[in-house]
């Protein structure tokens, strides 16, 4: 018997608990992008996206989360964020900012929700004020930034990574 089998596709590994982690999000521009955070979402165990926009899920980049993880729509962030808060949840904006945090070094609490902003206009100072933290992800060339769904990806492995069981 081979020392390393491959195995395709095998069966998901199993949660001791739900994830305390939603993921909430401006307007996207792009269906791609939303569509890569639903099946991000769906991957790791988060079950709820909190959208403001009217951006459609294709199912072909979703795959399965797209049975798997609910998306509200609201209107706007702002609202969104302050019953987040009155629930408790940590909200956490992921933007670069004057004080962001870096990603390395954050701590995040099991009752988080991660605030995104959108593709090329980022987080308003309306909601950077309303936020509890905000964390960054360094960047080392350029472009400056990295794609929306490419850093939530990586808060969230983070976040996985604090809270793997």
């Known amino acids: 018997m081979p020392k390393f089998e491959h195995i ?36 790791v165990g988060i079950d709820q996206i909190i959208h403001c926009g009217t951006g459609k899920v294709d199912r072909e980049i979703a795959r399965d989360a797209a049975d798997t993880v609910t998306i509200q729509s609201p209107r706007s962030l702002p609202p969104v964020i302050d019953r987040l808060k009155s629930e408790g949840y940590q909200c956490v904006g992921l933007e ?40 960054e992800i360094p960047v080392y060339g350029l472009p400056a930034s990295y794609n929306v769904v ?11 990574k604090q809270f793997h069981r």
Not at 23 to 37: G, I, K, T, Y
Not at 110 to 126: D, F, K, N, P, V
Not at 152 to 157: D, R
């Open 8 to 43: 395709r596709h095998k069966p998901p590994f199993q949660l001791s608990q739900p994830r305390g982690m939603i993921l909430v999000s401006a307007p996207l521009r792009s269906n791609v992008n939303l569509s890569r955070m639903v099946r991000l979402a769906g991957c």
């Open 96 to 135: 670069q900012t004057t004080n962001s945090q870096s990603l390395y070094e954050f701590t995040f609490q099991y009752r988080t929700a991660l605030i995104i902003g959108a593709e090329r206009e980022g987080l308003s100072q309306e909601i950077l004020d309303k936020l509890d933290a905000v964390i």
């Open 150 to 160: 490419t850093a939530t990806t990586m808060a969230v492995y983070e976040y996985c």
